[in-house]
């Protein structure tokens, strides 16, 4: 067993003893393409997804030089008729760039992994011949071994992202990448399949992708790698069972992601952590990614400020995910922060109607926090103008909420604002800095309906809880009749503090210079 060849199963076993939700399903996927024209796989996820996971999953079962049968048997693979006929019968090459970069700098990476691989292959096909280059010198093991290799690499963007500003060095790697997975007979020679995962979709060089062939699997565009990204929802609702966790709480905090016929993906790192803490918070503060929001959000292009202020609100917005190139420095405009983002696990995308939003309480939270420290003057000003929303909200003060909702709608309105749809849109983008002080939900069912917006104070807040009813064309007094007619603040009630009804209203036909909003706000009494 080497640290480059055929490492073992010791890595899959240890997860294996822990709790382990089965991927194992992902295995049938990567067997499907061996041997074939689909023989490379490259598939990109957010930190913190679960991606060495899976990649060493993929080694304990391919490996030839151990018996994984005890660690499958009883997983979802294990009845798939094509278990047995790939499990353990591979030399397997694994690569884990971060730890690689750590051992010979990302200067010396490339030539780093191909003496090590070399030297182990040479200590276990002594009578193989070696070759002037690498690609070579693995064609030559493969025909002294009479089997191919499966690679997998971790992290394989990292030499990527770790050497920005020196374009040398990412072309050296990438073309170190090329060498092996290139159009030629040699890839299909060498290799019964590969099996890339990192943070970055594979980087554009020019107009196309450097390394072609491999085909992709994005978190724009997952396909049929979906259910593998993170927990599914069955997943979450089991591990709750079994645990005695709130799954709603765990919806709320980790829920939001959705894919083309999987509607809820979780991030499976926070779950885990919630678990096994007991405690709901946000655990991508702990991540290295967390350090960069503020920096991406700070970029000065024309409506990016803006948008992230909806984003925060609970509005989603359109992004053209196209152009982006694949790194962490090319950005030509707002879209290309936006999808940055999408892969950084910060916003999900329906692929359908090509829109993004935050997805998650965990997630918004960063957002709220980063936004808070940066330093352009119309994103200050929008945080202010919130924070004092919401102010004038807790204190009563009618006339000040209208008054900033209306020059809310002028700044930013729909283009099309006939409905309480496009309503509860402009107040989520008034709002949008409650996440210090409150928990949003929309369409919360309610006594006898669903209240529009409730804004529930978290556990260590002061402030009322505020349930929210818009009205278009109709009164502000007729949203808060709505509200006590249908019993809205029974849904919120046993939280235990105060509650305020806020009634909004907008007048199509106001007359000339009268303002279109109005407000109104009381006090619950329950028994009024």
């Not at 965990?362 to 945080?383: G, N, P, Q, S, Y």
Request: aromatic share 10%; proline share 3%; glycine share 6%.
């Amino acid at each position: 067993m080497g640290n480059y060849l055929n490492p073992g199963n010791a890595g899959f076993a240890g997860i294996r003893n822990d709790v382990y939700v089965d991927k194992s399903g992902l295995i049938q996927l990567i067997n499907q393409t061996i041997d074939t024209p689909r023989r490379l796989t490259c598939i990109s996820r957010p930190r913190r997804f679960g991606k060495s996971f899976a990649a060493q999953m993929l080694c304990a079962y391919y490996d030839k030089t151990c018996d994984s049968a005890g660690l499958f048997d009883d997983l979802e693979i294990a009845g798939d008729i094509h278990y047995r006929d790939y499990r353990n019968r591979y030399d397997v090459i694994y690569l884990d760039m971060t730890e690689a970069i750590g051992e010979a700098s990302v200067a010396n990476v490339v030539p780093y992994i191909q003496e090590s691989v070399m030297e182990e292959l040479a200590e276990s096909y002594p009578e193989s011949k070696a070759a002037k280059g690498f690609a070579a010198t693995l064609a030559n093991a493969v025909e002294t071994a009479g089997n191919k290799f499966v690679m997998i690499i971790d992290e394989w963007d990292a030499p990527i992202r770790e050497s920005v500003g020196h374009p040398d060095l990412q072309r050296r790697y990438l073309e170190f990448l090329r060498s092996l997975f290139k159009n030629s007979g040699m890839t299909s020679k060498i290799f019964a399949a590969a099996y890339m995962t990192g943070i970055l979709p594979i980087k554009k060089d020019g107009s196309q992708s450097a390394i072609s062939d491999f085909l992709e699997y994005t978190m724009v565009k997952p396909r049929q790698f979906g259910k593998y990204v993170g927990f599914t929802e069955d997943e979450v609702r089991e591990l709750c069972r079994t645990y005695g966790s709130d799954f709603g709480k765990m919806k709320q905090w980790y829920d939001g992601y959705s894919f083309r016929d999987l509607t809820a993906v979780y991030n499976p790192n926070s779950v885990m952590k919630a678990i096994r803490n007991d405690d709901f918070d946000s655990y991508w503060t702990q991540t290295s990614a967390a350090d960069s929001l503020m920096g991406y959000i700070s970029l000065d292009f024309d409506g990016l400020s803006r948008t992230v202020a909806e984003l925060i609100g609970g509005v989603e917005t359109k992004v053209d995910t196209k152009g982006f190139a694949n790194d962490l420095v090319t950005f030509r405009d707002r879209d290309d922060v936006l999808t940055l983002l999408i892969h950084l696990g910060y916003l999900t995308y329906d692929e359908e109607t090509q829109r993004a939003h935050i997805p998650n309480e965990e997630i918004r939270l960063e957002f709220t926090r980063a936004i808070r420290h940066v330093k352009r003057d119309d994103t200050i000003r929008r945080v202010w103008e919130s924070a004092r929303l919401i102010e004038d909200t807790v204190r009563g003060d009618e006339e000040a909420v209208a008054r900033q909702i209306e020059k809310i709608h002028e700044e930013e309105s729909p283009l099309r604002y006939n409905n309480e749809q496009a309503l509860r849109s402009v107040i989520k983008r008034a709002y949008f800095s409650y996440g210090d002080e409150y928990v949003m939900f929309e369409e919360l069912p309610a006594g006898a309906g669903y209240a529009d917006v409730v804004y529930l104070p978290k556990k260590d807040s002061m402030l009322p809880a505020l349930v929210v009813e818009l009205k278009w064309n109709q009164s502000a007094d007729g949203a808060i009749e709505q509200i006590l007619d249908r019993r809205y603040p029974q849904a919120v009630k046993e939280y235990g503090g105060d509650i305020l009804l806020v009634g909004i209203s907008y007048a199509k036909d106001a007359p000339p210079g009268k303002r279109k909003h109005r407000c109104r706000i009381e006090k619950y009494l329950e028994k009024r």
